[in-house]
């Protein structure tokens, strides 16, 4: 197991992510706490030259488009879930996969380990609307820049509804929107029909792990 000197890079990959970060409108960068980095770099046991280190010690996590998409560091008022330890909370093993994100209607981007796929090393995304993992084709450092410039509108297209910005912006980053029709019944596309409410973002995404085993076995 590295120390945490030995994590340290003298080539972090920070200055690339804050660069693009600052060039982007939509972003809140949250401050790290000393402690807290250094607490998630040791768990995660990856180096600042890697895209995910940098982020874990540089970042309490990053808010993007109003709040919608919230991008796990290591911890802060407005997000305290952070890499690695998030895992633990939702008894998710960080050799099957690490969850580095998730967005206020319950959907989670997650490195693959091997439990999703052959791709390992991959970003996956569960969307609540089919329940079920999707291969982005996307490595982590990718993903981020993503997050930061591409076109979530188009990408959560099924999912919006008009006026959600005002909206989402007051869900606090470790609650979700509930939506019910949820977004994967018939009912639930029809979004002009469908009420939105603040959960706890653990009891959103155990809701949808139990959907998507009752629809896998053929009962939902």
């Known amino acids: 197991m590295k120390t945490y000197e030995?994590?340290?890079s003298t080539d972090p990959a920070w200055p690339e992510i804050a660069a693009a970060a600052s060039g982007?409108?939509?972003v809140t960068l949250l401050p790290p706490a000393p402690a807290r980095a250094r607490s998630c770099l040791e768990a995660l046991q990856v180096t600042t030259r890697s895209p995910l280190g940098a982020v874990a010690h540089e970042t309490g996590g990053m808010l993007v488009d109003h709040g919608w998409l919230?991008?796990?560091g290591s911890g802060?008022?407005?997000?305290?879930?952070?890499?690695?330890?998030w895992n633990a909370e939702l008894q998710i093993d960080l050799a099957d996969f690490v969850i580095v994100a998730d967005d206020v209607v319950g959907g989670v981007f997650a490195i693959n380990g091997g439990a999703l796929g052959?791709?390992?090393?991959?970003?996956?995304y569960f969307a609540p609307d089919t329940l079920r993992w999707e291969d982005l084709a996307l490595g982590y450092g990718a993903y981020v820049r993503w997050a930061f410039t591409g076109d979530l509108d188009t990408f959560y297209a099924n999912l919006r509804w008009s006026g959600w910005q005002p909206e989402v912006e007051q869900v606090d980053g470790d609650r979700m929107l509930s939506l019910y029709p949820p977004p994967c019944s018939v009912e639930g596309k029809d979004r002009s029909k469908v009420s939105r409410r603040p959960v706890p973002a653990a009891e959103?995404?155990?809701l949808n792990v139990d959907a998507a085993a009752q629809l896998a076995d053929g009962r939902g």
Do not use: Y
Request: charged share 30%.
């Open 204 to 206: 959103l995404w155990r």
């Open 24 to 26: 982007s409108r939509r």
């Open 118 to 124: 052959p791709a390992r090393g991959n970003v996956h």
């Open 76 to 85: 802060h008022a407005r997000l305290t879930r952070s890499l690695g330890r």
């Open 70 to 72: 919230r991008v796990l």
């Open 6 to 8: 030995e994590l340290l």
